[in-house]
């Protein structure tokens, strides 16, 4: 028996994921930012001098690096809690589906991290050693300092310091994508990242990232309600 799908069946269904993306992206750009705190306001005005004002590849590969820490830090904080509490166990297994949800959204970070360090070469940008290298290293080791000591005193705020910063990171790619319509014919084809999806374009490869950025922030925000687990 022949089980192979028709190429007319890939390409519509290409068609509606790409339709649905989007919508997405038409969603967010009529969405108001959130109004975000003095940090991750200094972080992305912080960001304009040294990376450009608006939006390039080489500038998200900063922003996604970025991005991992605040999950790498619940993760620790987390493990050690267990360290902790393990006779309890019905609280130690919610404190474990907390590290499974961080690590799941880490290692989502770090697809962006890959794709974005991928489109930045291939475009010839994002290579230099002071700007690209070591200091975003510098501002992630403060991130990851600022996002441990938050969730240490009062974790409600540093899960609101990460919305913060993935409701900037959904509006920048949706932003640019719209602003970069040469996006929507240029092919997609990283064999490295093929595992994290087959898009008709790189401008749905941005949007896909786009939706996870808001996803992220959705994510955070919900952890508001009970941002302590007991
Ligand atoms: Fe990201
Ligand atoms: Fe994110």
Same mark, same amino acid.
């Given at each position: 028996?022949?089980?192979?799908? @028709?190429? &007319?069946?890939?390409?519509?269904? /290409?068609?509606?994921?790409? %339709?649905?993306?989007?919508?997405?992206?038409?969603?967010?750009?009529?969405?108001?930012?959130?109004?975000?705190?003095?940090?991750?306001?200094?972080?992305?005005?912080?960001?304009?001098?040294?990376?450009?004002?608006?939006?390039?590849?080489?500038?998200?590969?900063?922003?996604?690096? $970025?991005?991992?820490?605040?999950?790498?830090?619940? /993760?620790?904080?987390?493990?050690?809690? $267990?360290?902790?509490?393990?006779? &309890?166990?019905?609280?130690?297994?919610?404190?474990? #589906?907390?590290? /499974?949800?961080?690590?799941?959204?880490?290692?989502?970070?770090?697809? @962006?991290?890959?794709?974005?360090? #991928?489109?930045?070469?291939? /475009?010839?940008?994002?290579?230099?050693?002071?700007?690209?290298?070591?200091?975003?290293?510098?501002?992630?080791?403060?991130?990851?300092?600022?996002?441990?000591?938050?969730?240490?005193?009062?974790?409600?705020?540093?899960?609101?310091?990460?919305?913060?910063?993935?409701?900037?990171?959904?509006?920048?790619?949706? %932003?640019?994508?719209?602003?970069?319509?040469?996006?929507?014919?240029?092919?997609? &084809?990283?064999?490295?990242?093929?595992?994290?999806? @087959?898009?008709?374009?790189?401008?749905?490869?941005?949007?896909? $990232?786009?939706?996870?950025?808001?996803? @992220?922030? &959705?994510?955070?925000?919900?952890?508001?309600?009970?941002?302590?687990?007991?």
């Amino acid at each position: 028996m022949n089980t192979a799908v @028709h190429p &007319d069946v890939i390409q519509a269904e /290409e068609r509606a994921y790409s %339709a649905r993306l989007r919508r997405a992206q038409a969603d967010t750009l009529r969405t108001p930012r959130r109004r975000y705190g003095l940090a991750t306001r200094l972080l992305i005005k912080g960001m304009d001098p040294i990376y450009g004002r608006s939006g390039s590849f080489a500038k998200y590969q900063v922003l996604e690096l $970025i991005a991992r820490v605040p999950y790498q830090s619940w /993760e620790r904080i987390a493990y050690l809690a $267990i360290s902790r509490v393990h006779r &309890d166990t019905g609280l130690a297994r919610r404190i474990h #589906d907390r590290i /499974e949800e961080s690590r799941a959204q880490q290692d989502n970070e770090e697809w @962006h991290l890959l794709i974005m360090s #991928d489109l930045a070469a291939r /475009e010839g940008t994002g290579q230099g050693w002071l700007r690209y290298r070591l200091l975003p290293q510098v501002v992630a080791t403060v991130y990851y300092l600022l996002s441990w000591l938050l969730f240490l005193i009062v974790p409600a705020a540093s899960y609101r310091l990460n919305a913060d910063f993935e409701d900037h990171a959904e509006h920048e790619y949706m %932003a640019f994508v719209a602003a970069h319509p040469e996006l929507e014919t240029r092919p997609w &084809d990283c064999p490295e990242a093929a595992s994290y999806g @087959h898009f008709a374009s790189v401008a749905d490869l941005v949007r896909q $990232i786009g939706c996870d950025e808001r996803q @992220h922030k &959705d994510e955070s925000l919900a952890r508001l309600a009970a941002p302590r687990l007991r």
